[in-house]
C-alpha cells in the first residue's frame, strides 16, 4: 500500500530572508492541505467499508447518526480547507516557534561531546543560548538575528536594551524543560539540574544545566564536578569581589550601589547553593 500511496510533500520553500510569520503562514497552508486530504481519504474509507457490506443509504445515515450519538464527534459535520485562503500564522504560531528551540536545544544537548551543556554563565563554556545563536545562524545565516528577534519578541516583553534576546534567555532558562516535560508526555529525555532548591531563600540560581538522559553514565558528577562547577565557582568569586568593591564605592549612585549589593548577595547565595551541591554528588 505504501507504494501506491501519493504522499504530500510542502509544496513552498520559504527563502532565509522571510520572516518567522512567513515561515508560520507556509506552515499552516502545508498543515491545512495535510487535514484535506486526511478528510478525503477518510471518506473515501467509509465508501469502502460500505460498499464492501452492501449497506444501503438509508443504513448509512443510521450509522452515522448512531457514531454522532455516541462520540463527540458527528462525521456528517466536515471541516472545509482551503490552503491557499491563509494568509498569517495559525493560533498554534507561539507552540510552534517552541518547538523549533526544543529541537535545537535537544540538537545541541545530544551534539555536546559530554551530554552536558550549562545554563549558567561559566568561562570557556558555551550556555544553552549560545547553541540556539548557532544553530539559528546555521539556519537563516546572515538573516539569524532578526529571526532572534522575532522569536524573542513571541516569548515576552522584556526590553532589549541591556541585552539582545532577554525574553528567549529567561524561556531557555525558565521554561524550555517544563515545556519539554508536556510535550513528551512527561518522559523527558535531557535532565534540569539545578542548585536553586538546594538552600533556603535562594538568591537566583548558583548553577543549573541540562543532560542528556542518553548520555548519562557513572562519570557524570565527575565532569560536572571539574569541568562545570569548579570554574562557575571562581567566577562567582570573581564577581562577588567585584560587587564587594561597587558596593562600598562611595563615588557610586545610591542606585548602583544597591545593584552591587544585591550582585553580591546573589553570587554568595550562588557559592552557598553550588557547596551544597557538591556535598550532595
Excluded at 48 to 56: A, E, K
Excluded at 154 to 177: I, M
Excluded at 212 to 234: A, I, M, T
Aim: hydrophobic fraction near 35%; charged fraction near 30%; include cysteine.
Amino acid at each position: 500500500l505504501l507504494t501506491n500511496l501519493d504522499l504530500k510533500v510542502p509544496q513552498e520553500t520559504v527563502n532565509p530572508d522571510a520572516s518567522l510569520a512567513e515561515h508560520g503562514t507556509a506552515a499552516a497552508k502545508h498543515l491545512a492541505g495535510l487535514e484535506s486530504d486526511l478528510q478525503s481519504c477518510a471518506n473515501k474509507i467509509d465508501e469502502n467499508v460500505f460498499d464492501c457490506f452492501d449497506i444501503t443509504d438509508q443504513q448509512r445515515e443510521t450509522i452515522l447518526q448512531e457514531i454522532a450519538l455516541r462520540t463527540i464527534e458527528d462525521p456528517r459535520e466536515q471541516e472545509t480547507y482551503d490552503p491557499e485562503s491563509i494568509t498569517e500564522p495559525s493560533e498554534e504560531f507561539p507552540e510552534q516557534v517552541k518547538d523549533l528551540l526544543l529541537h535545537f536545544a535537544l540538537k545541541a544537548i545530544n551534539e555536546s561531546a559530554d551530554g552536558i551543556i550549562p545554563l549558567s554563565a561559566i568561562d570557556g563554556e558555551d550556555d544553552l543560548l549560545t547553541h540556539i545563536e548557532a544553530e539559528f545562524e546555521r539556519v537563516w545565516g546572515e538573516h539569524a538575528d532578526a529571526r532572534l528577534a522575532e522569536v524573542d519578541a513571541v516569548l515576552g516583553s522584556q526590553s532589549a536594551a541591556t541585552e539582545a534576546y532577554p525574553n528567549l534567555r529567561t524561556w531557555l532558562a525558565e521554561d524550555l524543560f517544563d515545556y519539554h516535560v508536556s510535550t513528551f508526555d512527561r518522559v523527558p529525555i535531557c535532565w534540569r539540574f539545578t542548585t536553586e532548591r538546594l538552600v533556603s531563600d535562594s538568591d537566583g540560581e548558583g548553577f543549573g544545566c541540562l543532560v542528556d538522559y542518553h548520555q548519562l553514565d557513572e562519570g557524570v558528577f565527575d565532569r560536572l564536578q571539574n569541568r562545570y562547577l569548579e570554574p562557575r565557582k571562581s567566577l562567582l568569586r570573581e564577581r562577588r569581589t567585584a560587587a564587594n568593591r561597587r558596593r562600598g564605592d562611595d563615588s557610586l549612585s545610591t542606585s548602583e550601589q544597591a545593584e552591587a549589593a544585591e550582585e553580591h548577595a546573589r553570587c554568595e547565595s550562588g557559592l552557598e547553593q553550588i557547596a551544597v551541591f557538591e556535598d550532595r554528588l
